[in-house]
């Protein structure tokens, strides 16, 4: 069997190098067509070009396998990869652009309790190529293939992006890279469960990008009964690493704080949140458990906005995180999971 490598893994200036016995225009058509979503058939690349090239390269790793589309506009993609896996993709509608919420990894090998994403654990990461196709076929999906359909990403999608650090960074590159998308860093976010070597490491980049920590709980006892990853880091570990961050790139952090019935929930879990982020120019965003089917039970919305009414008058900069697509099974990892079961029986 022959190993395809994938074309959108290239910038467009190595792209000229690797096509260096064509003329140079033909590498801005084989980009262009990557941003753009097209497959060779639909290029205007000799036909001999394209003989040559499939047999070594794919040009499109990505294909829409299913959409759902919620009520409120939402659109919850389960795409198909080259090798058959699955992963998920979320096209959100905003006031105040569109955002693409965007998978890392086919799975996840974290364990976070509340999460669908790592139900059947980690299978492979993602190419810097394979996510940079993921947003060009949403992105095509969503209006004309020659715009930016978009205006922010989240890596909050299935997987942690920091334990596909390489490829994240290259991605990183290839998304704001002006020939291409050219979107700009202060227009991404990422999401990461705490990988504090990760972190310092990631900061020493100093992209302009809003950085999110998922923590979830106030203290390392309960961090632990609900994500494996706080036995390697603690809560002050995480801290520390964000402090680094900050002064490296000073931009605001953002923490990720899931609501667990009796769990994390409490006044008292606001009064010890209170005193985890002061002095730190963080934001809290709260978010409501979006069950699915484990044993964790989700606060109410009445409690979860009397939680963000305490922080606030604690000092805490915090806000209650808008729902979207829970009829479409939008929460991560929801579709995929779902699907793979129903494969299985």
Not at 21 to 49: C, G, H
Not at 204 to 210: A, E, G, P, R, V
Not at 262 to 267: E, K, M, R, V
């Amino acid at each position: 069997m022959i190993l395809l490598k994938i074309l959108s893994d290239y910038s467009l200036n190595e792209l000229y190098v690797l096509l260096a016995e064509y003329k140079k225009f033909r590498a801005k058509q084989v980009f262009d067509a990557i941003i753009q979503s097209k497959d060779y058939e639909e290029t205007n690349l000799p036909k001999s070009m394209i003989e040559s090239l499939k047999s070594e390269y794919i040009l499109k790793p990505i294909h829409i396998y299913k959409v759902l589309t919620s009520k409120d506009g939402t659109k919850k993609y389960l795409l198909r990869l080259y090798d058959d896996n699955l992963i998920e993709c979320v096209f959100l509608k905003q006031n105040y652009g569109n955002t693409i919420c965007l998978s890392t990894q086919v799975g996840c090998r974290m364990g976070c309790k509340f999460c669908a994403s790592t139900q059947n654990g980690l299978i492979r990461n993602l190419s810097a190529g394979e996510m940079l196709s993921t947003i060009s076929v949403v992105n095509a999906d969503n209006g004309k293939c020659t715009d930016r359909n978009f205006t922010n990403i989240v890596l909050m999608g299935s997987g942690e992006p920091f334990d596909n650090y390489d490829n994240v960074v290259k991605w990183l590159e290839l998304i704001t890279d002006e020939n291409g998308f050219h979107l700009s860093e202060r227009n991404i976010s990422l999401s990461t469960c705490g990988l504090v070597d990760k972190i310092y490491q990631f900061a020493d980049l100093k992209f302009n990008i809003t950085l999110c920590v998922s923590l979830h709980a106030t203290n390392d006892e309960t961090r632990k009964q609900i994500m494996p990853i706080a036995n390697r880091y603690s809560i002050d570990e995480i801290i520390e690493a964000l402090k680094y961050y900050i002064s490296k790139n000073n931009r605001r952090v953002v923490f990720e704080y899931c609501l667990i019935k009796g769990t994390n929930d409490s006044f008292e879990n606001a009064k010890e949140l209170s005193n985890l982020t002061k002095g730190l120019n963080c934001h809290v965003n709260v978010i409501c458990l979006n069950a699915n089917g484990g044993a964790l039970k989700a606060t109410t919305k009445g409690e979860a906005y009397a939680f963000v009414k305490k922080l606030n008058e604690l000092g805490v900069s915090a806000t209650l995180r808008r729902s979207q697509g829970n009829d479409i099974e939008g929460a991560c990892g929801m579709l995929r999971a779902k699907t793979l079961n129903d494969s299985k029986n």
